[in-house]
């Protein structure tokens, strides 16, 4: 633990030793010093509250402003009496609300300061101002006739103010306004000649000698009247099987806002119980449930209000729909099932929904056509979604003819009453008895048309006889022939037949069979086989002309009984990718444009009416060897791709290229042409630098390759354009001189034409080992190097860089920077030593790399400014001071040094000015930040200086050795 000195200049120094016990008991004196709190703003309910934080011996209240919090108590029973907490918290101005007016009231406040609190401030008294009376509660109704209402109410607080008129007001039925109807002390009042059955509205506000107070909230109040005149009866809104809706109207002579209440009753005669309640409410319509279905009920209605229960309307009966009947049982096959009809038969459902049935309804589902005992499972969505009305009628039983022999059928049936139509009935699935099926319609040609065979279709029959067909058979005639013979016999519904000759025509017929038996054949069918494609071509004659260029020819082959009409030639240089390169009559072609010294592959088809023959067997043939091809990719690549070290990129250019096709002769080395026409000839390598050029100069470069044939064609045309040449090094020179700093300046006087947007600079200094390193690199013209050493020679140069290269460096720069002025010093201290007496103190520095520090004092009175002392002593005793007047100073240090001139002086900022005023007893010092009082000094408080006094020199030693050490290290 540490204490603070609380006097004197070392206040803010901690020292050890100290008391915890001591610090809390001085801290809650300094608390208790409060004082107590100031009374402004006073009204009825409230109040506002204000008080200064506690202060220290010295006048300081900012140590109490941060951290600090205050607990205001108040009391309505007297300073003796019970205390109660009305705030706690930071601010020193609050209000205090919720006060009764006309009351004295103490308050008082205590401070609170790291959980320490002081004893409460003496209590000051107020007392609180007279108000209006409160919001009074609503009027009561204590009593009512038909023409009169008597009203009471209860006296609400009158502000500290007796009470002297109560103000009633009513809006007299009308619902428009209120107007004034009782004014005085009484706290009951009488209303007579009203209207029976009617609502009147009431407020109530109290008046004292200050004045009014709001209204009370409004409250309606109803005159008495007589019981209802007797209602019509209900009405039927909507009845179904097991509810019914009713409603029904206000009875007349009924006023718009008087309540009125009405209940429902019903009787049920069957059960013989009479009328029972249903409905009570002030609704004007009522649902029943939970009734039995196709029953009479009896209705009847009474309205009610305050003053009884009219007669009752008259009795209305009303009904209950019936249901919806059950589903009739499951139909049943009545006697034998025929090929084109049944008989179906039915009971009624269990269940008629309390009405008689009005009809039965018969529906059918089957398919329409033909089809076997399988139709069930082959079209199933068929059978389930289409159903047919079959019959409608009373009567419980149809013969369903007009079907379809061998089909599988499905008959369900429902029924329709005044309740609606039933459910219908479980489905009965019926099939009627099969038959052979029907003719097939004439076989049609399936496919293309061959030369020694038919593809044949046909479709089933459009009657099926009621069972799945099995079988099928095609027999085939000769035209004009009455021979036939069987070419097909099974159950697929195509076939294929063969062995027939070209160009002649066919009979076919087609008969269909199931279990039953064979049905008839279909119509005849005639059918023409089609001629046959030409025959294989022979092998085809290539014969090279030149180098690129082919002529083939070949023989025409059989026609195969129709006349050849053209033939196609393929030709490619891959034997399996050959394309048609000519379709005619001719029986020759010469192909060109074709590649020296390569293979190319060719065959032919014959093609007539019929169609295509098969292509002949392939031939070969090999064009003969020719120059070179163009050099196609063409480019300029970065001389540091190669492996030769090329010159300078101002001076030369590196191309590169891909080696042309050599056509059958090896490439035996290039020529390059550049500039005006100037060949250059390099051997087989696909690369070369063009040198001897011009700096920053665009060429235009192609390639040509050379074999033993000849030269080929030169390449297309690239532009390619030389780099400038590398910048030179800029002037250098120092704008800015500093004690630990260097700005440093270059570019003006360079070749702004070799200057461009790409242009680094790169700035180097030499270590203390003679070593140059870089320590700027970029596009800048200025640059600032810190960190130096106060008066020390540092050497510099530079070197400019572009897109053609690094430049050379510069010459080597010297300059040096300058000496460290002191720093600023802290405001002075003043001290009274007699009563015309003063000294003013400030703070020593150390010697500067052995420089000598003085000091200068100066005085400033108005805008005059006198120095008063120079020298190197850090105090000064001001004589002749006059009583009450006000002093300012102000002190620099300066540094002297030795220099080839002499002794010179580098001086410091002033310190901030200290204010002084001179009084008769004592002298304040004023910093620029903060005012201190000051006082004598008592003896032991000065101990306690002289000690810390010795504490700072020997910290300030060993600061000055540790510099020295420091700065000797970094010199060496």
């Excluded at 002390?185 to 109290?206: I, W």
């Amino acid at each position: 633990m540490g204490r603070n000195l609380t006097h004197g200049p070392w206040k803010d120094y901690t020292f050890p030793c100290w008391d915890l016990d001591l610090e809390s008991k001085s801290l809650q004196d300094l608390l208790s010093s409060i004082n107590k709190p100031v009374v402004s703003e006073i009204k009825g309910k409230s109040v506002v509250l204000s008080w200064t934080p506690p202060s220290c011996a010295d006048g300081n209240v900012n140590q109490f402003q941060v951290g600090c919090t205050y607990e205001v108590t108040m009391s309505s029973t007297g300073t003796n009496g019970k205390f109660k907490v009305v705030y706690n918290g930071e601010e020193t101005t609050v209000t205090i609300s919720e006060l009764r007016p006309a009351t004295d009231y103490h308050v008082r406040i205590s401070a609170v300061c790291n959980s320490v609190k002081g004893s409460a401030s003496e209590p000051t008294s107020f007392t609180s101002a007279i108000t209006e009376p409160d919001w009074p509660a609503p009027p009561k109704l204590i009593n009512r006739t038909k023409n009169s209402l008597t009203l009471q109410w209860k006296a609400p607080n009158d502000g500290g103010s007796k009470i002297s008129n109560y103000l009633l007001e009513w809006d007299e039925g009308k619902h428009n306004f209120f107007k004034e109807c009782y004014l005085g002390y009484q706290k009951q009042c009488k209303l007579t000649k009203l209207s029976p059955s009617v609502g009147y509205m009431f407020r109530l506000a109290a008046k004292n000698d200050i004045g009014l107070s709001d209204f009370s909230e409004p409250m309606r109040y109803y005159t008495a009247g007589s019981v209802p005149a007797t209602p019509a009866s209900p009405r039927l809104v909507e009845a179904g099987a097991t509810w019914i809706s009713l409603e029904w109207s206000k009875p007349n002579g009924v006023l718009d806002d008087e309540f009125i209440t009405y209940v429902l009753e019903m009787e049920d005669e069957s059960s013989g119980y009479g009328f029972k309640v249903k409905y009570n409410g002030d609704e004007f319509a009522c649902t029943l449930k939970n009734l039995r279905r196709s029953t009479s009920y009896n209705y009847r209605v009474f309205a009610c209000n305050s003053e009884g229960k009219s007669n009752p309307s008259d009795v209305v009966k009303y009904n209950t729909h019936p249901e919806e009947p059950g589903p009739p049982s499951k139909p049943s096959v009545k006697g034998k099932i025929h090929a084109h009809s049944f008989k179906v038969i039915w009971d009624p459902p269990k269940d008629d929904g309390g009405s008689e049935i009005t009809k039965y309804v018969l529906e059918i589902s089957g398919l329409n056509a033909a089809e076997n005992a399988g139709a069930l499972e082959a079209y199933p969505g068929t059978l389930e979604n289409e159903w047919d009305t079959k019959y409608s009628g009373t009567s419980r039983e149809h013969v369903c003819d007009q079907l379809n022999p061998g089909t599988r059928y499905r008959l369900r049936v429902y029924c329709v009453s005044i309740g609606g139509q039933s459910q219908a009935s479980e489905i009965l699935t019926v099939q009627s008895a099969a038959i052979p099926p029907g003719p097939c319609r004439p076989l049609q040609r399936s496919g293309k048309s061959r030369a020694k065979e038919v593809s044949l279709r046909w479709v089933p029959p459009d009657i099926n006889g009621g069972s799945t067909v099995t079988e099928y058979t095609v027999e085939i005639g000769e035209l004009g022939s009455h021979d036939q013979r069987s070419v097909y016999r099974g159950a697929e519904l195509e076939c294929t037949v063969g062995g027939l000759l070209p160009g002649k025509m066919y009979s076919f017929w087609v008969k269909a069979a199931n279990k039953v038996g064979y049905g008839p054949y279909s119509e005849r069918t005639d059918i023409s086989t089609v001629a046959a494609p030409p025959d294989q071509c022979s092998i085809p004659i290539a014969a090279c002309k030149t180098a690129s260029c082919v002529h083939v020819n070949w023989e025409c082959p059989p026609c195969n009984g129709s006349e050849i009409t053209e033939f196609r030639l393929e030709f490619g240089g891959v034997e399996g990718c050959m394309e048609i390169i000519y379709c005619g009559p001719a029986q020759s072609y010469e192909v060109k444009a074709l590649k020296p010294a390569t293979a190319y592959y060719c065959r032919v088809q014959a093609v007539n009416a019929a169609g295509s023959g098969h292509y002949s067997d392939t031939a070969i043939c090999m064009t003969p060897a020719s120059v070179p091809a163009a050099v196609n990719v063409l480019q300029v690549i970065n001389p540091n791709q190669l492996e030769i070290i090329p010159p300078s990129a101002s001076t030369c250019l590196a191309i590169q290229w891909e080696e042309p096709c050599c056509h059958g002769s090896e490439i035996t080395g290039y020529n390059i042409e550049y500039g005006d026409k100037q060949i250059v000839a390099v051997t087989t390598t696909t690369n070369a630098i063009v040198e001897d050029l011009q700096p920053d100069t665009t060429y235009r470069i192609r390639v040509q390759a050379i074999n033993g044939i000849g030269m080929g064609p030169f390449s297309h045309s690239i532009k390619a354009k030389t780099k400038p040449l590398p910048p030179d090094p800029p002037r250098l020179e120092c704008t800015v001189f500093s004690h630990q700093s260097l700005k440093l300046k270059w570019g003006e006087g360079i070749n702004k034409a070799l200057t461009t947007a790409s242009t680094q600079y790169i700035l180097q200094m030499e270590d203390k080992f003679g070593r140059f390193i870089s320590v700027y690199s970029g596009p800048c013209h200025t640059y600032k190097v810190q960190r130096l050493n106060e008066f020390s020679f540092y050497n510099f140069k530079i070197q400019a860089k572009n897109d053609a290269g690094e430049g050379p460096f510069s010459k080597i720069y010297t300059f040096r920077t300058i000496r460290c002025p002191p720093p600023q010093l802290k405001a002075p201290k003043v001290q009274i030593l007699e009563e015309h007496t003063c000294e003013i103190i400030w703070e020593t520095l150390p010697p500067m790399k052995g420089d000598i520090i003085v000091y200068t004092l100066q005085l400033i009175t108005g805008r005059d400014t006198e120095q008063v002392y120079k020298g190197p002593m850090t105090s000064f005793c001001l004589a002749n001071v006059q009583t009450s007047c006000e002093y300012k100073f102000r002190v620099c240090a300066g540094r002297q040094y030795q220099d080839a001139i002499g002794i010179q002086e580098l001086y410091g900022p002033y310190s901030p000015i200290v204010s002084f005023s001179s009084h008769k007893h004592e002298s304040t010092s004023i910093s620029s930040e903060t005012t201190v009082a000051l006082t004598k000094i008592p003896k032991e408080t000065l101990s306690d200086e002289h000690f810390a006094a010795l504490i700072l020199v020997a910290f300030a030693g060993l600061s000055i050795l540790f510099a020295f050490i420091i700065q000797y290290f970094v010199i060496k």
